[in-house]
């Protein structure tokens, strides 16, 4: 995958600890769920296929040219209709050799996706909180209720069944190099968790918001704005040059994120295919 994104992106995005972070979910079973291709003992390919049909593939650009996309891309069919999934999709940067493929194989666009980011020595605005309300590191105790905030906010627009907290404890707090201040909180009046930032510090000293979300309840109050400075502000104090995130056309929230000074840097479509 590294691979693959230089060759498309110019960079790396991906690293280790965001496939450990995924595969150690309790509900993931990576022997029914990956297929490796090697040549000799080089991993030269690979496929996945999670819940709900949502799958990722990569292939070494040396490989390219040689069918082996267009293998993974059956597999990955064979393996959603094996699994009882009506649809099987993934992203892929827009343009790229890999958006081009499932294009050809039939594959439509289901939502546009755009990596933001504000750059290194960008202004971090500032955003007032509601009297009586706080913004901070979540303790231990809050953690379901983090959960239940950001699995409600996601399911409002996401066709997928509800993430266990389990899983999300695996990807979350269980992630290598997990530190107790990346998980933002805005706290209301009464003590509850009103809104949800959640962050990654890669290798690379850049600081990727992995989830935001308000309770539908405090919403229109600027809440998701304040943990989203907040938690820009906690990553440079914690050595991040840049800070980055991810967004999708069913979100409408976009603008948002270009309200606090983020700018697009890359453009993500999320092509699937139906089995039926």
């Not at 933002?184 to 918001?209: F, K, N, P, S």
């Not at 943990?227 to 990553?235: P, T």
Request: proline share 4%; hydrophobic share 40%.
């Amino acid at each position: 995958m590294a691979d693959q994104q230089q060759h498309d992106l110019g960079r790396v995005e991906i690293e280790e600890a965001d496939i450990v972070g995924d595969w150690q979910r309790p509900s993931f079973d990576i022997a029914g769920s990956t297929l490796g291709v090697f040549d000799g003992d080089t991993l030269v390919a690979y496929a996945e296929v999670g819940l709900g049909g949502r799958g990722d593939a990569a292939v070494r650009p040396a490989y390219t040219g040689r069918g082996i996309g267009t293998l993974l891309a059956g597999w990955m069919q064979q393996r959603a209709r094996e699994r009882g999934f009506d649809t099987v999709g993934m992203p892929v940067p827009q343009g790229s050799p890999g958006d081009r493929l499932l294009a050809a194989l039939g594959y439509h666009v289901r939502w546009t996706s755009w990596v933001l980011h504000l750059l290194e020595g960008a202004e971090i605005p500032d955003r007032p909180l509601p009297e009586g309300y706080a913004v901070r590191a979540a303790t231990p105790d809050e953690y379901r209720a983090v959960h239940d905030v950001v699995e409600d906010a996601f399911l409002e627009w996401s066709a997928r069944d509800r993430e266990t907290f389990e899983d999300f404890e695996a990807e979350v707090m269980r992630r290598p190099g997990f530190e107790p201040w990346h998980v933002r909180v805005v706290i209301d009046d009464l003590g509850a968790v009103a809104a949800v930032g959640i962050v990654q510090l890669t290798d690379d000293a850049e600081a990727y918001v992995s989830r935001l979300a308000t309770r539908a309840d405090q919403r229109h109050r600027g809440l998701a704005q304040v943990v989203l400075v907040d938690a820009f502000r906690e990553s440079r104090a914690h050595g991040a040059m840049t800070c980055g995130l991810s967004t999708d056309s069913r979100t409408g929230a976009l603008g948002l994120y270009e309200k606090v000074g983020m700018t697009v840097t890359d453009v993500w479509v999320n092509r699937g295919i139906s089995l039926a």
